[in-house]
């Protein structure tokens, strides 16, 4: 199909030659902000770039016979001849929209170039939204008669949410569709591999990116800025413009303000002049601008969150599979946030929780899940309604998430040689394969002269980056320490190793010459991580299973009262491997060392059931308060622990390692 998409897509001056083959060109370098105002113009405000260039790029069209440009210049420029070029050379218009239902706009010149076609081409409108709250007589006129236009003639008249679309039906504009931002509709890819863990673990130290309203209002910014200003006051923090710079002083015409290279301005001269105009310190550590999507996107890579007042900030970092928190004050963003289930909170509230909690509860995985869900229905609610009309989406959900490498803040991938404590690094010139799959990254360590191979499953710890495909598998230093290869299987998320890439990657011919070429076999896991380790257990080969904390399963119908993982319980729990129990027949023994929980002690008794003699199993005391791990960490004995479960040892080795962690019952117990 060939489309025109009328959009502000690019930062590029259009050619006044009306010639075949020749493009417009970019801006001009500049080394100063006010240099970059004619670029500016090009597009507006700058969240224009991110949700003009969707539609072209997620619509399947005839790349040769498209075009991106502006209908009211065509209108113009070919005079009475309009709508029968447009008629010849396109078959559709996609108009992609914003905030534009707003008493200080004007759209008669997009009204008069859409009437003009007199139906010789059919369009469709994607992303319609009002701004504030205000009567239709308020609109100018052309405004007025655009939105009728719209309703009327338009093949789909997509609105952005239910609020836009209900203020319309009340002022008999009913011939509306609620299809949320098209920039959403982008990088599926990325949304769906979206993980919170990386800066939850931070914290208070997460490095974040944000964008708000730093405009000038009768010579000081505005309250919403300056509360933005303290909201980040202490916190490690980017700021993006998008359209405010332009009203400061005079400062923004100095030579070497802003680097157009990196998109950044010298940020002590703006934190200096921004706390005066505030009355409050400004502390940003960079400053960006940005004249295209992709610069933006790769930025937001190099911070652990967004959070902002921005809502097409936001989506730079979704497109770019980094998490992102909405601070919501006015119906555009809460309309879109509500659309697509995105975490959203107003700036005081951000305020009063501070920034560890926030990132605990607005990326926690219950919230992302559901905000995944919700985005999985919302494509394909877009899918349809442009199916319709002859138009195809070519973005796709995936079925698994895809991973998003992880970036060292201090500019490189987080490699193992990295890590902060150097008497566990690993041994020089040792160095791992990773082999990534659409839902694990498998890391294989082989030690020079190791017969036995140790297979580790990650647990489901918060602060792991999950992102990070280089990082180091569940007690793999003290076992390379100890003389065993390891091969870490590393989900993408907390998956609970219920994808089967898993299985096929264990069956691969290439995997079992692998493992064949070890002596013995074993798993290891915790928590979630154990129940892989005996879920697999038999497809590996494994001599000694492992576990600490284990999970048999968290299927419904096989431990109803398991209700400790409530995101993972709503994963399918149907079909192959839903039973660690049924994965550990030929392993010669099972360890499980195991707290005093009750719902610990039922997943024992399960194993107990099915096992028999073969499962060594160890119940710490109640004493302590801390999960299996932790305290095993805390008291110095996982390596011990593992070690000599590995090896083979009984009961009595097993107890005299744990010494008086173990619980020691009376027979009235």
Not at 158 to 186: D, F, H, I
Not at 355 to 379: F, G, I, N, W
Request: glycine residues 8%.
């Amino acid at each position: 199909m060939r489309i025109l998409f009328h959009a502000p897509v690019l930062s590029v001056h259009r050619p006044d030659p009306a010639l075949s083959s020749i493009l417009g060109v970019p801006p001009t370098v500049t080394d100063t902000l006010f240099g970059l105002k004619p670029a500016h113009k090009l597009t507006g405000n700058r969240g224009n770039i991110i949700h003009a260039e969707a539609p072209a790029r997620s619509l399947r069209k005839d790349p040769d016979g498209s075009a991106v440009g502006n209908i009211a210049n065509l209108q113009k420029n070919l005079g009475e001849g309009y709508a029968e070029v447009m008629a010849e050379h396109f078959d559709m218009i996609v108009v992609s929209l914003a905030n534009f239902i707003r008493p200080n706009h004007d759209g008669i010149r997009l009204f008069t170039a859409l009437e003009a076609l007199d139906g010789r081409v059919p369009f469709v409108v994607l992303g319609a939204g009002m701004q504030g709250s205000h009567a239709f007589t308020d609109l100018m006129p052309g405004n007025r008669d655009l939105l009728a236009l719209l309703n009327e003639r338009a093949n789909l008249f997509g609105v952005r949410g239910t609020q836009t679309a209900e203020w319309l039906a009340n002022n008999g504009l009913e011939n509306t569709t609620v299809l949320g931002c098209p920039s959403l509709y982008v990088y599926p890819q990325s949304i769906m591999a979206i993980d919170g863990a990386a800066a939850q673990s931070k914290g208070r130290q997460a490095n974040v990116m944000t964008a708000g309203h730093f405009s000038m209002r009768d010579g000081a910014i505005v309250e919403r800025g300056t509360e933005l200003a303290k909201a980040f006051d202490k916190i490690d923090a980017s700021y993006v413009f998008q359209d405010e710079i332009f009203a400061y002083g005079k400062f923004i015409k100095d030579r070497f303000g802003y680097n157009e290279g990196n998109n950044i301005a010298q940020p002590e001269i703006l934190n200096r002049w921004l706390s005066r105009k505030c009355g409050h310190k400004v502390d940003f550590n960079r400053y960006y601008y940005f004249s295209e999507a992709g610069a933006w996107r790769q930025a937001a890579m190099l911070h652990d969150v967004y959070i902002g007042d921005r809502f097409h900030g936001g989506v730079a970092a979704l497109q770019a599979g980094q998490p992102a928190i909405f601070l919501k004050h006015d119906n555009r963003v809460a309309e879109l946030t509500e659309h697509f289930g995105l975490p959203a909170l107003n700036t005081q509230k951000f305020m009063r929780k501070g920034l560890k909690a926030v990132l605990d509860e607005y990326l926690s995985p219950e919230m992302l899940d559901t905000m995944k869900a919700t985005y999985r229905q919302r494509h394909a609610e877009y899918v349809a309604a442009l199916a319709a009309h002859g138009l195809e989406v070519d973005t796709i959900v995936p079925d698994e998430p895809q991973p998003v490498p992880a970036v060292d803040r201090q500019g490189h991938l987080g490699a193992i040689r990295s890590q902060k404590a150097p008497e566990e690094a690993l041994p020089e010139g040792l160095w791992p394969t990773t082999t990534l799959t659409p839902s694990y990254a498998m890391r294989r360590l082989h030690p020079e002269g190791a017969r036995e191979l140790v297979v580790t499953f990650e647990g489901a710890g918060q602060a792991l980056d999950r992102k990070d495909p280089l990082r180091p598998g569940f007690g793999e230093r003290f076992l390379i320490k100890s003389g065993y290869a390891v091969l870490s299987v590393l989900p993408h998320q907390q998956n609970w190793y219920r994808p089967l890439d898993l299985e096929q990657y264990f069956q691969a011919p290439e995997t079992r010459a692998w493992m064949a070429g070890f002596d013995k076999v074993h798993v290891l896991g915790s928590g979630m991580g154990a129940f892989g380790a005996m879920a697999f257990a038999d497809v590996i080969g494994a001599e000694n299973v492992v576990t600490l904390q284990p999970i048999t399963t968290l299927a419904e119908d096989l431990i109803p009262g398991e209700i400790r993982f409530p995101a993972a319980r709503k994963l399918d729990w149907s079909g192959s491997y839903r039973d660690a129990c049924a994965g550990c027949d030929k392993a010669a023994r099972i360890y499980a060392i195991h707290g005093d929980h009750p719902l610990d002690l039922a997943h024992v008794a399960r194993l107990q059931d099915a096992l028999g003699a073969r499962l060594i199993s160890a119940e710490l005391s109640h004493d302590s308060k801390r999960p299996v791990t932790p305290l095993l960490r805390a008291k110095r004995r996982l390596p011990r622990t593992a070690l000599t479960c590995l090896r083979g040892g009984d009961a009595a080795a097993l107890e005299q390692v744990l010494g008086a962690l173990v619980q020691h019952k009376t027979p009235a117990e």
